[in-house]
């Protein structure tokens, strides 16, 4: 026996096939049903440990690295703030800055570096971030940071972008 489809049947087939794509993609990008299946297809493991002194950056553009000067390997992007501050009140107000933004979780923290990821908001690809905190002197302190992205080759400036958006609330920061 052979079945015949007919173009109708066909375009109602191929009109409900797209409506179901369609659903499941709003589903998993426009409601908080969606972090957990994206998270999960993202997944971020456990980040290679970054030593500052060793560090050489990727061929991509899709990381961001600020560096006293000294301190790193690779050819930073920028140079790092000095803060007029001991190291710990430094990391202490680190800490609330990104404390306080949204989709960001602390992976690791080994006495003076710690690892964060933050995740996009709408397709949660996750982007690590990694800190030292460094002494200068009795009250004066910067830091390093490394940011990067796991997925892709281009970040439109993203990891730039968040590190001097960061830096700016922490020079304000009490």
Same mark, same amino acid.
């Given at each position: 026996?052979?079945?015949?489809?007919?173009?109708?049947?066909?375009?109602?087939?191929?009109?409900?096939?797209?409506?179901?794509?369609?659903?499941?993609?709003?589903?998993?990008?426009?409601?908080?049903? /969606?972090?957990? #299946?994206?998270? @999960? %297809?993202? !997944?971020?493991?456990?980040?290679? =440990?970054?030593?500052? +002194? &060793?560090? $050489?950056?990727?061929?991509?553009?899709?990381?961001?690295?600020?560096?006293?000067?000294?301190?790193?390997?690779?050819?930073?992007?920028?140079?790092?703030?000095?803060?007029?501050?001991?190291?710990?009140?430094?990391?202490?107000?680190?800490?609330?800055?990104? /404390?306080?933004? #949204?989709?960001? @979780? %602390?992976? !690791?923290?080994?006495?003076?570096? =710690?690892?964060?990821? +933050? &995740?996009? $908001?709408?397709?949660?690809?996750?982007?690590?971030?990694?800190?030292?905190?460094?002494?200068?002197?009795?009250?004066?302190?910067?830091?390093?940071?490394?940011?990067?992205?796991?997925?892709?080759?281009?970040?439109?400036?993203?990891?730039?972008?968040?590190?001097?958006?960061?830096?700016?609330?922490?020079?304000?920061?009490?």
């Amino acid at each position: 026996m052979k079945i015949i489809l007919g173009p109708t049947l066909i375009a109602v087939a191929v009109v409900a096939t797209i409506a179901a794509v369609a659903g499941v993609a709003a589903l998993l990008l426009f409601t908080p049903l /969606g972090e957990r #299946p994206l998270a @999960a %297809l993202f !997944r971020v493991g456990a980040p290679e =440990a970054v030593d500052f +002194e &060793r560090l $050489k950056l990727r061929d991509t553009p899709n990381q961001f690295l600020i560096c006293p000067p000294g301190l790193c390997a690779a050819d930073a992007h920028a140079e790092s703030p000095v803060f007029e501050v001991p190291v710990e009140e430094l990391r202490d107000r680190w800490r609330r800055v990104v /404390g306080a933004q #949204p989709r960001v @979780a %602390l992976l !690791r923290e080994d006495g003076a570096q =710690a690892d964060y990821v +933050e &995740r996009s $908001k709408r397709f949660r690809f996750p982007d690590i971030v990694t800190v030292r905190f460094v002494a200068l002197a009795p009250s004066k302190s910067t830091l390093a940071i490394y940011s990067r992205s796991l997925y892709g080759k281009s970040d439109l400036g993203v990891n730039r972008k968040r590190i001097e958006a960061w830096l700016a609330r922490l020079s304000e920061s009490p």
